[in-house]
């Protein structure tokens, strides 16, 4: 009985240590696996056993047990080729899940962010991503929610809704927002933070040359404290919609529309993209100077001029001769390529 004891014991020691200790059978490129709400481990092991994944669940559920490891996390994982049932254990254990990425750029639209969203992989779509005017119902924005979100790069999981991720990025902007609204200038043109989002919207649509921000802004802001009109083609680009070919007309420019900043004065009423931090911080905390006017110079920066003559002689270098090397944004470093 003694001998039978022992040869027992060891071929449980020998069971035990070969379904947790050697490799699981799975791909050289890992395996995905979905574990779905509500489930639960021994479930999944009875799951992979029948694949053949796992070699004992039994002895993978004491193990479990003993190391008070037996509950999980849904999500989606990837077991890397050569991990053992212990491995496999302590990931579904710890969450350690596959996560994903959305990157909403800098400018963009609030449809562009959500369509971005909604393409992304592994995202659940709920009703609140069908349009722009559901978005914001479901956020609890009143009338259009251009500019409300934060341009950032976003990590989720899979099965996280279009929802999930426009609420972080509501939340993220009004948070920034906030704290640049405490770090703002003296003597600032703006009744509150939704007017400053709405001059951060311009600026970041009138530039991709970081260090001109603060001066951009500058110039609107003492066009607006003169009383002067902002005339910047980008909003009225914006109120075009999707009548804009990609050429801006003189008749574009007559057309009285809540965006056209040639024929309304002040700002327009909503913001007309989605501005990043750096174009909030120089919205409220625009360049001091005397400049009232800039031209683009085609290299992807501008002149700034403090009367109109000086301008105008500006206009006329820089748009109406206009080189074969002119260019409406900054040269990258694929371009150099």
Known sequence: MFVLGVVAGGYAFWSAQNALVKPLTIPVDGLRMDVESGSNLSRILARLESQGVVRSARWVRVYARVKDQSSIHPGEY??????NAMDLVARLNSGDVTRYRVTIVEGWTFQQALSQIRNSKKIRSTDAGVSVQAAARALG????????IFPDTYIYRSGAS???????AFERMDSVLAQEWQQRAENLPYDDPYDALI???IVEKETGVPWER??????????????MRLQTDPTVIYGLGANYDGNLRRADLRNATPYNTYVIGG???TPIALPGREAIHAALNPKDGNSLYFV???DGSHHFSSTLNEHNRAVREYQLKRRSDYRSS????????
């Open 199 to 201: 001059m951060a919207s």
């Open 162 to 168: 279009d929802l999930d991720l426009l609420r972080q």
């Open 296 to 298: 683009a110079k085609g």
């Open 267 to 269: 700002m327009p009423p």
């Open 330 to 337: 900054p040269v990258t470093d694929e371009d150099s390529e």
């Open 78 to 83: 990837m077991i890397p080729a050569g991990s």
């Open 141 to 148: 924005i009143e009338g259009n929610p251009e500019g409300r």
């Open 214 to 227: 603060d001066e951009i802004a500058g110039v609107f802001v003492r066009r607006l404290g003169r009383g």
